[in-house]
């Protein structure tokens, strides 16, 4: 066995030890009033996303996000993300992000971010539905009250279903679901590393729902027990946020008390600008 150094035997080796101590850069985040009374988990994918970007260079964008989710947080003391720095290469940056709540782990995470480069390119063609009128469905919904409509981790958008009676109905199932959403005002965002946390943000949105759709169900039902285990998501464009956006949701395989769930998100001119995926815990009874 090596035995340990001690600062008896070499005095100078206390201030040594000290400057090779290296502090993750810090940076602190508030919650918005989440849904179940706690920090709504795509709060936290984006100010994750957020944390990692303000460490690199801005010549590179995020391009991938994986995160698993440790316990929920509160909705009244800060959020602290430490960041570590795991790798710039020639054209990629990683980071670890890790968010805390008093001294509680709550998430963990790795961003990677990419220069641009041109390559090789195909993208999966969004399905064929009907575009939405360019109407305020909330403030339609409920006599201009968008407050009164969404609940509070919701209110910066408005979500439009798209009816099962649309063209591609008879090729779906209960697993499976489109929405259109979009903010509820026009946004005028120049970080495009803002706009990808944002984008990041709303992939959490009616997600992990789409799990149990097919079985009757839905998180209201005072039956259904369900949690985020992990999140991740891939940026393929860069959102400008402005206009509506569809979001194809389905759910390929759930068991063993777990559903998992997969999601692209289009533009309106059919641009495929991100793709997610989430496995969350469901429990019945």
């Known amino acids: 066995m090596v035995p340990a150094l001690s600062t008896d035997d070499f005095p100078g080796l206390d201030e040594m030890v000290r400057v090779t101590q290296l502090e993750p850069l810090r940076f602190v985040g508030y919650a918005s009033p989440g849904p179940f009374e706690r920090i709504f988990g795509g709060q936290l994918v984006g100010q994750a996303v957020m944390a990692a970007a303000l460490t690199v260079d801005t010549n590179r964008a995020a391009h991938s996000f994986h995160c698993s989710f440790m316990r929920k947080g509160n909705l009244a003391d800060p959020i602290q993300y430490s960041v570590e720095l795991l790798r710039d290469g020639r054209a990629f940056s990683l980071r670890g992000v890790r968010a805390t709540q008093n001294n509680r782990l709550l998430m963990i995470a790795s961003v990677s971010f990419q220069e641009e480069a041109a390559g090789i390119e195909h993208m999966l063609q ?65 970080d495009p590393q803002v706009r990808r946390a944002v984008l990041a943000l709303c992939s959490d949105f009616t997600f992990l729902e789409v799990a149990i759709r097919g079985h009757n169900l839905t998180f209201a039902d005072p039956s259904v027990s369900a949690a985020s285990l992990d999140h991740s998501f891939w940026w393929h464009e860069d959102p400008h946020l402005n206009g509506w956006m569809l979001y194809q949701q389905s759910s390929p395989w759930a068991g063993g008390q777990r559903g998992l769930v997969l999601g692209h998100i289009f533009d309106q001119t059919g641009s495929l600008l991100g793709t997610a995926t989430q496995e969350g815990l469901v429990r019945i009874g």
Do not use: Y
């Not at 009676?165 to 008879?170: I, R, T």
């Open 126 to 190: 969004m399905e064929d539905v009907a575009r939405p009128p360019d109407v305020n469905f909330a403030a339609e919904r409920n006599g201009g009250s968008e407050k009164a409509f969404a609940p509070p981790h919701r209110r910066g958008i408005e979500i439009h279903p798209v009816p099962e009676s649309a063209p591609s109905a008879p090729e779906r199932n209960g697993h499976h679901r489109l929405l259109w959403f979009r903010m509820t005002k026009r946004v005028q965002i120049d």
